[in-house]
């Protein structure tokens, strides 16, 4: 398998609203963030925003105009590469590129510390940090590059784009929360797998971390109580699955979640579907999720 690939998009939060939540599966987590978008989609109104038009459009901190036209010329682009593999799609939505000021004044806090890239369905609001460092801090490492440029922690934008097309555009949640965190991943790596001219998903080597909850049961009814590491753990295990799968099916993998779960789908476990779809691969990795 790829060497382990951890980023901070799926590292639990440091603040006290989100952290503190105890979830028992994907259902009472979903309805804790339907709550918590009102809120927020109500902050962001009172609000006036700098615009940036596009086929999806920025809103953005004042000042931050170059860095907005770079993360929305990756995530149109990557738009655009699923619209040709599924031709009645349309995405609909804004990303919104803050400060941690303007961050913080819209109570994104309660659901992702600042720099931690997010997608909230109920709002249709994809949002990164305009401080790129930001992200990098989360990994105890610096992104010195430029706002022109995209580098892999900016790439972590299309794990969230993968979040809407799944959840907002398809009305597609498996009933499992690794199951959403995987395909959403999946979705990037389809994407940068056809397009090497950006960095991908960050990625870390093993470093000899043991993790205290490995089965999918624990993640499903424990999720952010596994703790950072071990969540952490986890995301790595989920992408690890996705490249091994992504050469035999490509975006075919996407489409069988969808027709699975469409009125006339036969609606199976998103476990057992990947069972039936690659057996060894699937089996091999559940040996290590044990």
Request: proline fraction near 4%; charge should be positive; hydrophobic fraction near 35%.
């Amino acid at each position: 398998m790829k060497s382990t690939i951890i980023f901070a998009t799926f590292l639990l939060c440091a603040n006290t609203s989100f952290s503190q939540q105890k979830f028992t599966g994907a259902k009472d987590y979903y309805r804790f963030e339907a709550r918590e978008a009102a809120r927020i989609g109500a902050a962001i109104n009172s609000f006036h925003w700098d615009t940036l038009p596009g086929k999806i459009p920025v809103l953005y901190s004042k000042g931050y105009q170059v860095r907005a036209k770079a993360i929305q010329a990756m995530v149109e682009e990557c738009a655009e590469f699923y619209k040709s593999k599924f031709p009645k799609i349309k995405f609909d939505l804004y990303i919104m590129v803050l400060t941690q000021k303007d961050w913080n004044k819209i109570h994104l806090t309660s659901l992702s510390s600042y720099g931690m890239p997010n997608y909230i369905p109920e709002i249709r609001k994809l949002f990164m940090a305009a401080d790129k460092k930001a992200v990098g801090e989360l990994f105890g490492e610096v992104d010195n590059t430029p706002d022109t440029h995209l580098s892999k922690y900016d790439c972590i934008a299309l794990h969230e784009l993968g979040h809407a097309f799944l959840q907002t555009f398809k009305k597609l949640y498996t009933g499992k929360l690794w199951t959403d965190e995987f395909l959403a991943s999946y979705f990037a790596i389809c994407f940068f797998e056809q397009h090497k001219n950006y960095p991908g998903l960050p990625q870390e080597g093993e470093k000899g971390y043991t993790p205290k909850y490995k089965s999918l049961a624990d993640f499903e009814s424990l999720y952010s109580n596994v703790g950072d590491e071990n969540y952490g753990w986890y995301q790595a295990q989920f992408q690890n699955l996705g490249y091994e799968l992504y050469p035999k099916f490509k975006t075919r993998l996407i489409k069988e979640f969808i027709n699975n779960a469409s009125p006339a789908g036969k609606k199976l476990d998103p476990q057992v579907l990947l069972q039936k779809l690659s057996p060894e691969i699937m089996n091999q990795w559940l040996k290590g999720m044990g």
